[in-house]
């Protein structure tokens, strides 16, 4: 049995102005054919301006299960959105 | 439908997880590639992802007989386009099915040893120009009833798939319908073309539903995981429903003597199709079988030179850039 194809996966920017967003993923034996594949296979009608693609080896994910861990540093610090302090409306607007 | 009577497996896990798992679902959640997920889940969903993504993918052969028969430059512009997206459709769902666990080339050897199966309608012929039409009105149409509430199923590249698939999808069944329209508007010669197609399609259409609800073994398990949206048989009534109007407006005959509308259920009462012959096409026994598996085969046979030097050739380069640096 021959060597599969790498995984890539596949970010576009859908236009100028916005950022890269993961769209899917595809097989493609290097950098140069993923691009040429994503235009095929993600960008058929007009979806896009920019194609990122990365190996799906060299991406890093967090885990699910670490989701309390992970972001309760957020959670704990209302402070941070701007509802958290009350501007009398005599102070005009800010 | 498009994935047709999927075994769905019993689950042999921890009834805690179990549980915390079904109340995920019934919350609305996502499942994502990384969650836990039950066994029986997992194995269910890659012999229907892998099914709906096989049907594309062999989809594309009864459609690709008349690209070049095609009676204009601009029909054959645009079947070509929308065989492509079938393609896409098929790619789409491949990777949806790869996150969770199976390889692409595990899933390949799979359909075309076999192992794994892709909707009976695919193994009926196209005979004429008509039956371009006809495919796109009624075999586009109801994948269609099948796709868009599985936009909404809890498997999340699925979901996301499904939801692609469905923005292009109303493309094919349109231009199907507009062909309808032309040649059901033509000459008498093609409205009889029309008419021999929609007598050819129709139950086979009602077919990729699969069985009715009362032979379907499979469907409280995969609807209880929303991984099946509808049952079989609501979808097939919801299809006719739509598509009497549709033919009414052609002028051309649904093939069902009994085919009377039921204001008590306000819908329409119909025949079944003839489940010996869908039992048996499924066996591999259809009329186009073993052509569409040999044409698959044949395909990845006489590609694989072209998948080996590619790889043979990103490694050259590989080797070369490490060198110069």
């Given amino acids: 049995m021959s060597q599969e194809w790498p995984l890539w996966e596949v970010f576009i920017r859908g236009q100028h102005g916005l950022n890269h967003r993961h769209v899917g993923s595809l097989h493609a034996p290097d950098a140069e054919m993923a691009i040429k594949n994503a235009r095929d296979v993600y960008t058929r009608r007009n979806e896009g301006v920019s194609i990122w693609v990365v190996e799906a080896q060299h991406i890093t994910a967090s885990s699910p299960s670490d989701k309390g861990p992970l972001y309760e540093p957020s959670e704990s610090k209302v402070y941070r959105h701007p509802t958290f302090f009350d501007i009398p409306d005599e102070a005009g607007h800010m | ?325």
């Fill in chain 2, 1 to 325: 439908m498009y994935a047709q009577m999927v075994k769905s497996e019993a689950s042999q896990d921890d009834p805690e997880k179990l549980a915390g798992f079904q109340a995920r679902i019934d919350a609305g959640e996502k499942i994502e590639p990384k969650d836990w997920m039950p066994e029986g889940y997992r194995k269910t969903l890659i012999r229907q992802i892998g099914q709906h993504a096989h049907s594309e993918i062999v989809g594309q052969l009864p459609e690709g007989n008349w690209i070049t028969r095609a009676p204009t430059l601009e029909r054959k512009a645009i079947l070509l386009a929308k065989v492509q997206d079938e393609a896409g459709h098929g790619l789409y769902l491949y990777c949806a099915a790869e996150t969770l666990g199976v390889s692409r080339d595990e899933l390949t050897e799979m359909l075309l040893d076999g192992r794994m199966k892709y909707s009976s309608i695919f193994n009926y012929p196209t005979l004429t120009w008509a039956d371009m039409g006809a495919v796109g009105w009624l075999v586009d149409g109801a994948a269609i009833m099948n796709q868009v509430p599985l936009q909404r199923t809890s498997y999340g590249p699925y979901s996301r798939a499904m939801i692609r698939i469905c923005k292009e999808e109303s493309f094919h069944q349109r231009q199907g319908y507009h062909i309808m329209m032309k040649m059901a508007q033509g000459t008498p010669a093609q409205k009889k073309m029309a008419q021999d197609a929609l007598n050819r399609f129709w139950y086979p259409s009602l077919m990729m539903f699969g069985p009715s609800d009362k032979d379907s073994v499979h469907s409280a398990q995969s609807m209880k995981w929303k991984i099946k949206m509808n049952t079989n048989d609501e979808l097939r009534q919801k299809f006719v429903d739509q598509t009497v109007p549709q033919a009414e407006f052609l002028g051309l005959t649904v093939p069902d003597d009994t085919l009377r509308w039921n204001e008590e259920k306000s819908g329409y009462d119909f025949a079944e199709p003839d489940w010996s012959e869908f039992f048996d096409v499924i066996q591999g026994n259809g009329p186009c079988n073993t052509e569409r598996l040999a044409a698959r085969n044949k395909a990845w046979d006489d590609g694989a030179w072209v998948r080996e030097g590619l790889m043979a050739h990103a490694a050259k380069k590989r080797a070369a850039k490490l060198a110069a640096e």
